[in-house]
């Protein structure tokens, strides 16, 4: 990947890095890496000709700064969300052009329905989404639901094949708090807003959970067990504290 020198261009980090929350801008005239937090998100300035892993190895060095400015922001959007419901039903919440799953690397666009329509469509082909405006909330959270159960469902299958596991019952809820839960009967737990995360931090969450069935604790055996299938957890576990989820993921 080659960045120009004199472009001040957002690029992402490369090479699936867990950190796709944080917008990244190159400049040209900076001497060091920087991180700014605003009221729209977190921004990471990089100065020219700086190596990836000194990034990462940057990024991982602010972890407690980073879940600080994370947990503020969430609050601040929470605040938001509730105080535009109390005036108005919802409906001057902003309707999302598009929803980014996959931490960004898919995009489906969305486009309004009048009123009358109750129903939503949804063209996988062209990644086309036609959700009715009014209480759109409602119908995109069910909707993501959905969609993550197609998509979540065989996931965790497949790494409890590889790595041994057997779980009961599996259930895909849109949850704000947490990303997933693992009973002591064996069910697991995953939230449909890990849909719209980047693959590797799904899977972090599924392997977390799974290891619970081993070790129903957060116990050093537990994150060994962890770190057999997922090395770079801690990596992950830090790039998941800094998601931001959209606003009408709360509601
Ligand atoms: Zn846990």
Redesign the pocket.
């Known amino acids: 990947m080659t960045i120009r020198n004199n472009s001040v261009a957002a690029f992402k980090l490369p090479d699936r890095s867990p950190f796709t929350q944080i917008e990244c801008k190159l400049h040209a005239s900076a001497k060091r890496l920087k991180l700014l937090a605003g009221s729209s998100g977190i921004r990471l300035i990089i100065p020219p000709r700086c190596p990836k892993h000194v990034i990462q190895t940057f990024l991982l060095s602010q972890e407690a700064w980073l879940n600080e400015q994370v947990q503020r922001l969430n609050a601040l959007r929470r605040q938001d969300s509730h105080s535009q419901d109390s005036h108005s039903q919802n409906s001057t919440m902003r309707f999302p052009e598009v929803i980014e799953l996959y931490g960004g690397m898919e995009q489906i666009t969305c486009v309004g329905l009048g009123p009358g329509t109750n129903r939503l469509t949804w063209d996988a082909d062209k990644r086309l989404l036609h959700v009715p405006t009014d209480n759109f909330q409602h119908y995109l959270q069910r909707w993501l639901i959905h969609q993550a159960k197609q998509v979540l469902t065989p996931r965790l299958q497949r790494l409890a094949h590889d790595g041994g596991f057997e779980y009961q019952v599996l259930t895909i809820r849109l949850t704000r708090s947490r990303w997933g839960s693992?009973s002591t009967q064996g069910n697991i737990m995953l939230s449909a807003a890990l849909l719209l995360l980047a693959p590797e931090l799904q899977d972090y969450v599924m392997w977390?959970?799974l290891c619970?069935l081993r070790h129903p604790n957060?116990s050093a055996h537990f994150w060994n067990e962890v770190s057999r299938y997922c090395p770079d957890w801690q990596q992950r576990r830090t790039a998941l504290k800094t998601v931001i989820l959209p606003t009408w993921v709360y509601q």
């Open positions: 693992c977390h959970e619970h957060h």
